[in-house]
Structures are given as structure tokens and as C-alpha cells.
């Protein structure tokens, strides 16, 4: 049995019901015979075992090497000559099994992989020297979720419902504006008088535009409604192409003579502070952010994420300690029309049966968070709620944690914000094409940061629940966006913040190819958690 890359070994092994230490890895695909090494190292760890431990290794080697002493201090002739010879054989082994490593084709990719930098800092060479792999102090490690609604949905439908989670939207988000303006209630400036100042806070209720071509903008908060009229030659007028119903922003101007309209001279969104500064990890320490991989397709690109995975087993992934999957693990079934035509698995558990599989090649010290995804088993209505315990027991390789969509992952210090993206498709169709765009989706995500909430429009094609709160609302600044869907790579900041979405790992479909999509297949952006600077790196 061949196993030239860690990834295959990793693979073997899940064949054998065993997950396996990094360094365990490393130590089987650095013997001399690395198919021999790993089954005594099964036969070492034992059938109750969960995981191979680079102690297994070591005690199979350790036997070796003490078999081969015995044979050298022998002084029978015969025996010293056998010696020798066996001690030759194992260097040929080992020679070839190394050549093997770095000459084919199949397995170089992934340390010759294309790089794209994403800015000019990149991470530091790989030394010289020999790499007996890593084993990396978890106890410097901290991961904590915030935003998770899992198990907390308290939603029935009702009007009531949907009430309360636009009161605490307006709640969150005014907050966040009122010290910009002195806001009044809308029913306070309708029994104000003509000709007085006025600023108010609320959720865009309507906007049409005049037949001079100013445009309307109707506010509702908690009391009422009220109407604003932008003048189409005030510099901030382009703004209000920009705006999305039921997005929060705060207005300040003059009532007019009969007060019944507020003439705006100002406008505001809850954004992103221009001074912000982003936190950073204290330790030189690497997270890789990937989603959509959609299992199940005939057009999952399994050679691409094989590749991927043999990278992270490599010493130039040995920084890389956690993997943040933004949604859509598997293709689903029914998500859009004569998609079972496209299926190569059709069952939905046996989709995430193979994707387990999949994740049981990333090396097992890698800390790994999920977030599901419109093609996931779960409700389509935003925020979505981790999987149910059957799915959880097929994906609990690794121990990853699998969390809401969207939820805040706080890596050591830094706050990434995972959302799958859903939004992003009416972002993109709302806002002008210099805005937001599919070439350009951070420009999209850079919309979701200034109106501070992930998927503001109700009514459209973005299905949103009514909560007992909005979880959709970003009340913390994130120092990383990180998000899917539209299996477009883009990245860039916005006012200090990260924005990456990281394309996929499915080539093109016959209905992205009749809806015009091309897709960004097979990349893996790598954030430096300790200076937010970012590598993608391809491997398709």
C-alpha cells in the first residue's frame, strides 16, 4: 500500500475507524516502510483506542531500531551480512518513499500550490533543515462563540413575533446613532413647528423617488412614521442609492413651513468607525477560512481539497491551527430545480457521511468551526441554528464545533464573524453595480458592515425568523468577515475590517452555467491572526 502524503495516511487510518496525532502522522510517512509502520501502529494503539498517538509510532519504530542493534552485534557472518543488507533496504525504502513525496504530480501541488498575496506581508520562509513535525501547545489556544442560537429559537410565526425582533433591531441599532444626532421620536416632530430642526433615528420604511428626481425616504420607529425628502443635488444624494428597506439610519434637516416633511441636510449609517482598530492575536498563529465545499456534487473537486489537506500537513501549514468552514459542507438535495440530476451522492445523510470523511484528512489538532449553509439540512430562514444531534454525530470528527449561522468566533482575541451570505445575492441586485457586485463580493459584504447587520431587507429572497431578538445584527465590530455563497473570491478592508469571502470548492454547474456564474474554485485564503494580513492559496 503507497502512502506518499500525510493526507493519505490521515486517509488510511479513517479506514481503519482511528483518528491520528500530527506528529504521528509526520513519524509514519517519514519510515522507511510507512505502510508496515502504520498497521503495527494500529495493532500498537488497540482496537478501543480513538486516536493513533505519535507515542504508538514511536514504540513501533523504537522495536525496529532494536531489532536492527541485536542483528548488528550478532557475529555470525551470515547474520551481520543480513544486517546489512536489511539496513540497505530500508535506505532504498526510505529514499524512494521520500522521492515519492516530492516528485508526484498528485502531491507536489499542494507546496508548489499558486499564491496570490493578499497584501505584501506574507508569512516568514520555510527553514532549512529537516521537520520532525509539530505539536503544537493547545494550552495557548483560546476559542470562544459568541451570537450562537442553537437551541434558543423561540420563534412561532405569530405577528407578534415579527414585532419584537424589528423593536430590538431598531433597539441595537439606534443606539449606535443617537449619539450622531439629537433624535426625536417620529410622533415628537410631527407636533413640531414649520421651519424647526429636526434629526430622527428609524428603519427605512419606504424610498421612491419625485418627479423632479429627489427622493423620498419614509422612517418608522417605535412611535410612527415620517417622511424625508434628500434633494438630488446634496452631495450625499448617491447615499440613498445605497439604501435597503428596513436598514436603520438617522437623518437630521428642517421641517417645512407646514412641518409635514424634514428636508434632510444630513444622513447616517450605524458603519464601521474609520479609527477602528482591529485586535491581533499575541502569537504568530494562522486560521484558514474556506466554505462551500458541497459534497455530494458530481462537481465537488475531491483532488482540490485532497491537495488542500496534504498542504496543512506540510511544514509550511504548521502555523495554520484553526479551519473556519462558512457553510454549505454538503450539495444538498432539492435546493433548486433537476438538481438530482447533478447529485453523484442523492441520500442527504450519506452526503455528510462522505464529507466527515473528507474532514478526517484536515490533521486532528486543527481546530475546526462550522456554520450550516442554504444547502445544509437545516431551516433556510436566517439566523440559522447549528445541526440536529444526528448530524452532529456524523460530523464530530475532530471534535469540530458547529455553530449558528451567523455566530462571532473569537480566535485568540480576534473576532471573526462567520455568515454563509445568502444576503449577499440581494445586496448585489439591490445596490449599483459599483457597490456590490459578484466580481467584487467584499464590496457587497463592505454594504453589510456599514449598515451593520447581515441581512437587513425583509421580504425579498433572504428568508429572515422572527426571534426573540435579532440575531442578525452586528453590535460588535468584527476584525474579520468572513462568509460564502456566491463561490466568488474576493477580500479587501473596510475601515480596518477583514472582508473575505472565500469562494468554493465545486466547479461550474449546468445551473451556474445557465444563470452565468463562474465560480472561484479551489481556494484556501490564510489569515496571520497576529497581523490580519492574508495568503490565498490555490489548489485546483
Excluded at 52 to 69: E, G, M, P, Q
Excluded at 391 to 399: A, C, F, G, S
Excluded at 507 to 535: C, E, H, R, W
Amino acid at each position: 500500500m503507497p502512502l506518499e502524503t500525510p493526507a493519505r495516511i490521515v486517509r488510511e487510518l479513517a479506514r481503519h475507524g482511528y483518528n491520528a496525532e500530527r506528529e504521528a502522522v509526520t513519524l509514519i510517512a517519514g519510515a522507511a516502510d510507512p505502510g508496515t509502520t502504520l498497521a503495527r501502529a494500529v495493532e500498537h494503539a488497540g482496537p478501543d483506542a480513538f486516536r493513533v498517538t505519535a507515542a504508538d509510532v514511536r514504540a513501533v519504530l523504537d522495536a525496529d531500531a532494536n531489532a536492527t542493534d541485536a542483528a548488528v552485534s550478532d557475529p555470525t557472518p551470515t547474520d551481520a551480512e543480513s544486517a546489512t543488507q536489511a539496513s540497505n533496504a530500508s535506505a532504498s525504502q526510505a529514499s524512494n518513499a521520500s522521492a515519492s513525496r516530492t516528485s508526484n504530480p498528485s502531491t507536489s501541488t499542494a507546496t508548489s500550490a499558486d499564491t496570490t498575496t493578499a497584501t505584501e506581508t506574507t508569512g516568514p520562509p520555510e527553514t532549512g533543515g529537516s521537520w520532525n513535525g509539530r505539536n503544537p501547545d493547545r494550552s495557548l489556544r483560546s476559542l470562544e462563540i459568541e451570537n450562537d442560537m442553537t437551541g434558543q429559537s423561540t420563534g412561532t410565526g405569530e405577528y407578534g413575533d415579527f414585532v419584537k425582533v424589528f423593536k430590538d433591531r431598531y433597539e441595537k441599532l439606534s443606539r449606535q446613532l443617537r449619539g450622531r444626532v439629537n433624535h426625536r421620536p417620529a410622533e415628537a416632530i410631527q407636533s413640531m413647528s414649520g421651519g424647526s430642526d429636526a434629526a430622527m433615528v428609524g428603519l427605512v420604511n419606504d424610498i421612491r423617488s419625485t418627479a423632479s428626481g429627489h427622493w423620498l425616504v419614509e422612517l418608522e420607529d417605535t412611535t410612527g412614521t415620517f417622511p424625508c425628502l434628500v434633494m438630488k443635488d446634496r452631495e450625499f444624494a448617491s447615499a440613498v442609492d445605497e439604501l435597503l428597506m428596513d436598514e436603520c439610519i438617522a437623518v437630521e434637516g428642517t421641517l417645512s413651513g407646514d412641518a409635514g416633511i424634514m428636508f434632510v441636510d444630513s444622513m447616517y449609517s450605524p458603519d464601521v468607525p474609520r479609527t477602528y482598530k482591529p485586535n491581533t492575536a499575541d502569537r504568530d498563529v494562522q486560521a484558514a477560512l474556506i466554505s462551500d465545499v458541497h459534497v455530494g456534487s458530481q462537481e465537488f473537486m475531491a483532488e482540490a481539497w485532497h491537495r488542500f489537506t496534504d498542504w496543512l500537513h506540510t511544514q509550511e501549514a504548521e502555523r495554520v491551527e484553526y479551519l473556519l468552514v462558512a457553510g454549505d459542507m454538503v450539495e444538498g438535495v432539492g435546493v433548486y430545480p433537476n438538481q438530482d440530476e447533478e447529485l453523484d451522492i442523492v441520500d442527504i445523510y450519506d452526503q455528510y457521511e462522505q464529507f466527515a470523511e473528507h474532514l478526517k484528512e484536515v490533521p486532528g489538532d486543527i481546530e475546526i468551526v462550522m456554520i450550516p449553509g442554504n444547502h445544509d439540512a437545516v431551516r433556510l430562514a436566517e439566523p440559522q441554528p447549528g445541526f440536529d444531534d444526528r448530524l452532529r454525530d456524523i460530523m464530530d470528527v475532530h471534535d469540530a464545533r458547529i455553530v449558528s449561522n451567523p455566530s462571532m468566533v473569537t480566535l485568540e482575541g480576534v473576532k471573526v464573524l462567520m455568515y454563509h451570505g445568502v444576503s449577499l445575492d440581494e445586496v448585489i441586485a439591490e445596490l449599483p453595480a459599483e457597490s456590490a457586485s459578484y466580481d467584487e463580493p467584499h464590496k457587497a459584504m463592505y454594504q453589510l458592515l456599514k449598515k451593520r447587520h447581515v441581512a437587513p431587507q425583509y421580504g425579498g429572497h433572504t428568508r429572515l425568523a422572527p426571534e426573540e431578538k435579532d440575531y442578525l445584527v452586528m453590535e460588535e465590530v468584527p476584525d474579520i468577515f468572513h462568509t460564502g455563497h456566491v463561490h466568488k473570491l474576493g477580500w479587501g478592508k473596510y475601515h480596518n475590517v477583514l472582508a473575505v469571502n472565500s469562494g468554493c470548492w465545486q466547479s461550474q454547474t449546468d445551473f451556474q452555467k445557465s444563470v452565468n456564474i463562474d465560480p472561484d474554485s479551489g481556494y484556501a485564503p490564510i489569515v496571520d491572526l497576529d497581523t490580519l494580513d492574508m495568503t490565498v492559496r490555490k489548489f485546483a
